[in-house]
């Protein structure tokens, strides 16, 4: 394993934790939320502080397909503001799309946003591949309606194991090789069938 993928590994087991504490309370506009100090990628700049800033990849070692960008942004100020845009250096510029039942991506004063996971608001990078690799640290520009840019250095991880519900919902799709397909054995019966009483963790990942 490489020292890349070994550190990568180490901060992944150490801000897992705090990634879903930050998420349960994301919502909330108590100062006992703002106080949080997770022991990961963090940054303030006035006030605007972002927490679990982290760049999470397709499961497994392949990084090519859709990445997104996961935080958790919160405004101490007595304004509101927006969220503009988010890039990654190297990777571009990510899609941002507000959460569900919002039509923009807001921090209220004294509150938060949630980026990634279930309902939230999202940032996609279409394919950062060659920008993007897991185990490194890539530095992240968010930009906000009035503190501007805020630079931040986050981990980036493949959506598996704590992360597996905060990847991309967009997996690639494997092309077979040339001449490769499935033999007539190899279909599925007409006894077996997907259970229809299948769990929430059995389906995609970024659900």
Known sequence: MSSSLRR??????????????????????????LEVQPDNAATSVGDIKIQ????ITQPGTDTSGP???SATVFNSGRSAQTLDSISVEGGGSAKLSPAKGSDKLSIPA????????????????SDAAEAVQNGNVQ???FTFSSTG???????????????SSWG?????????????????????SPNE?????????????GQ
Do not use: M
Request: proline share 7%; net charge negative.
């Open 8 to 33: 990568g590994a180490l901060a992944a087991s150490a801000i897992a934790f705090s990634i879903a504490s930050l998420a349960a309370c994301g919502a909330g506009n108590s100062s006992q939320t």
């Open 52 to 55: 679990n800033a982290l760049v």
């Open 67 to 69: 990445s997104v960008i």
């Open 110 to 125: 004294g509150g938060s946003l949630v980026l990634g996971g279930k309902d939230n608001a999202s940032a996609v990078l």
């Open 139 to 141: 530095k992240i520009t």
């Open 149 to 163: 840019a805020v630079n931040i250095s986050a981990f980036v991880v493949p959506a598996e194991s704590y992360f």
């Open 168 to 188: 991309p919902s967009e997996i690639p799709s494997v092309t077979p090789s040339p001449g490769e397909s499935a033999s007539p054995n190899e279909s599925a």
């Open 193 to 205: 069938s997907t259970s229809p009483t299948a769990t929430a963790t059995e389906s995609a990942t």
